[in-house]
Every structure is written in C-alpha cells, then in structure tokens.
C-alpha cells in the first residue's frame, strides 16, 4: 500500500517548517509530506497525487493566504477528495470562515496559532485514525454490498431453476398416478405412451441439473480441465453422425466445408465435445423444416475455427445482446416443440472462454445465425 499523504499548506515558510518537524517527528514512517506555499499549487499536488493512486489522508491549511483563504481551498479539497480528513491553522480566522468550512468541506478542526505541540500530534494522530477506520468502514461496506448482489443474483437464479424443474416434475408426478390409477383399464400402447412422457420430462430434469451443475463448477473454478493437442475435425463428423438422424426427422441437411484434413487445437477433448453438441443441437432446434445447416472449418495461425450457419428466422440486436445470458429468454423458439433450459450458451461461452477461446453469433433477422467458435491452435515445441 502506498504511504499516505499529508499536505501541509501556509504562506510562511517558517511555519511550514515547523509543521514538517513536528510531523516527521511522531508519523515519518507512515506518512508522507507535502509542503505547498500557496493554494492554486496545493489544488494542483492533489490533482497529480490522486492520478497516481496516491492517499491525501489529511490537508493542513492556513487561512489568511494571498489570492485564496483556507476555507475556499478546503472547500474546492473536499469537491475533489471528500474523504481526506481537513484542518484549518490559523490565528485569524472569523466565526464566519470557520462555519463555512463545516459546512462546504467537513472540516475535522480548526487550531489557533501558536499551537500546542501535544495537541496538534494528537489532532494529526486523531485525524489519521479517523481516515483509517472510515477507509475501512468503506471496504466493509462494498463488501457487503457485493455480497448481497451475489446473494440476489443466485436468489433470481434459484427462483429461475426451481421454476424450470417445477413443470417436468410435476408433469411426471400426474402420468405417473395415471398409470397408478388406470393401470387396468389402459392399453398396452397407451401405458407405453405415458411412460415415455415421463421418460422425457425426466430427460429436461436431468439436463437442466446437469447444467446447473456444470455452472456451480464453473463459477467456482472447479471445473477440471486437461489442456491437450486434439485434431478438431473427428470430434466435428462424430456429432454430426450423432444429430443426423434428428436433423432428417425435419429434413435438415447437415454440410460440412474443409480446406485441411486436420485442425489440431490445444483444447480439452471432452469440453469441445459438450460444446459442438450443444450448438450443433441448437442449429437443429431453431431451424425451420426443409433447410440447411452448414460447418466450416479454418484455421489461422493462431486459431482453429468452427462457424456454425444455419437458415433459421435469425437473431434481433436484442436478442444478440441477451444470447449468452443465463436463463436467456430469447424471441425465436424452438420449430418442433423442443426443450430449452436457456443455460446452454452461458456454459458454452464459459467453458470456450477457459480456454482461451473466443464464441461470438452474427445474424440477421430473416437470414438466420452463425455461431463462431475459435481455439488456440496447438503449437509443436522446437527442441
């Protein structure tokens, strides 16, 4: 921490000699002192102090001084750095001067000259303190106020995921007493029916935990990561092997565009996996029926890069503006009726960023998205 900053200002020399004495006598080695002989100067000294990252703790002015008087300048101190502690010397000031320097800079204290050695150390002392605990108090309170914007920001978080988890659940809770209570007098294929609705809503619980899990760990920086060299391309063809039955259930042709036959990245091979699966899924779930969604891969010098396009409605500047939010609650919905969690991208963009990756979406409304993902490539070491 920087020394704190006592200025002391007078237009007698010889006072200013005496204030650096008894100062540099009993607080030398925790704080610093500035003598200033006129008020414009002093003004000056704390504007630079302050751009240095500098503490004025306490200013010590007189008050009968040529162009300025000692309550101006505390007034004009205190606009700047309302924090540091003020004083006024002087062996003339009026009842007046000293109410307006209560009143417009918070002045601590006003000393007659000649002062009391004792008490102008304990008046420096008493001010010191005062300056401490008050910074303290400070640091205490943005603390606080830190905490509780966390505490309201994972309250709004909880309340969005019990909502979420709210309707699957109760959802399996009736088709499950459905089969309880009806069980005799149901169809085979009707019971089947039922049980795969429970299967599914069980499938968008799972998800949604599975997510706000992966985001517990991720804000809590224990998400493990194994940084390695991983070609890009395979893990690119297996999900689109995994999403191409999906895709023809609403006749989407899934493309593929390669300038290389490999993009060796320096990436966690489990992490990329869980992050195409997640925008390849999204490119399907917003793709109207009978369309389009095409890969391309290149590679720069320093990154590997997927881009993701698909020929969906597209993306306001709102929505572009809210995509990577958590629980986003964006305009388009998915074309067959397909469950979101609104968390997907949130980790998506979390997890690239840990790997020093970069994700961004340009769209435009009516000519669909495409979603851009970016690794740093994996360089050989020369030996």
Not at 159 to 169: E, F, I, R, W, Y
Not at 190 to 208: P, Y
Not at 239 to 254: C, F, G, H, Q
Not at 349 to 361: D, S
Request: aromatic share 8%; with cysteine.
């Amino acid at each position: 921490m920087n020394k704190l900053v006592i200025i002391c200002t007078d237009d007698e020399p010889s006072i200013l000699s005496s204030l650096n004495l008894e100062i540099n006598k009993n607080f030398a080695d925790t704080c610093t002192i500035e003598l200033v002989e006129n008020a414009e100067e002093t003004l000056e000294i704390c504007e630079e102090l302050s751009e240095d990252g500098d503490e004025i703790a306490l200013v010590i002015s007189d008050y009968i001084m040529p162009e300025m008087k000692g309550d101006e300048l505390l007034k004009r101190i205190h606009l700047l750095l309302p924090k540091t502690i003020k004083v006024m010397l002087t062996g003339q000031a009026d009842i007046e001067a000293v109410g307006n320097a209560v009143k417009h800079a918070n002045l601590y204290r006003y000393i007659s000259k000649p002062w009391q050695p004792d008490d102008l150390k304990l008046t420096i002392k008493e001010a010191l303190n005062s300056y401490l605990q008050d910074k303290k108090i400070t640091k205490y309170t943005h603390k606080l106020e830190k905490t509780n914007q966390m505490l309201v920001k994972h309250n709004e978080f909880l309340g969005m995921a019990v909502h979420d988890l709210k309707n699957p659940l109760a959802s399996i809770q009736g088709y499950a007493e459905m089969i309880v209570e009806d069980y005799d007098d149901m169809p085979k294929l009707e019971v089947i029916e039922v049980n795969n609705l429970i299967i599914n809503n069980s499938k968008k619980m799972f998800k949604l935990v599975k997510n706000l899990l992966d985001i517990n760990q991720i804000e809590s920086d224990k998400f493990n990561f194994k940084l390695s060299k991983t070609d890009i391309l395979p893990i690119v063809k297996i999900m689109m092997e995994n999403y191409n039955a999906r895709a023809k259930l609403k006749n989407i042709s899934l493309q593929l565009h390669q300038q290389n036959n490999q993009y060796n990245a320096f990436i966690d091979n489990n992490i990329v996996y869980q992050i195409l699966d997640n925008l390849i899924s999204n490119a399907i779930k917003y793709s109207p029926y009978d369309k389009n969604i095409n890969i391309y891969m290149q590679q720069s010098e320093k990154m590997v890069n997927c881009k993701i396009q698909d020929e969906g409605e597209g993306l306001s500047t709102e929505d572009q503006q809210k995509l990577f939010g958590k629980f986003a609650r964006l305009t388009p919905q998915p074309t067959a009726k397909e469950h979101s969690t609104g968390l997907g991208l949130f980790i998506v963009k979390k997890l690239i960023e840990a790997m020093n990756g970069n994700v961004w979406c340009e769209s435009e409304l009516g000519k669909g998205s495409s979603f851009y993902v970016e690794f740093p490539v994996f360089l050989e070491e020369v030996g």
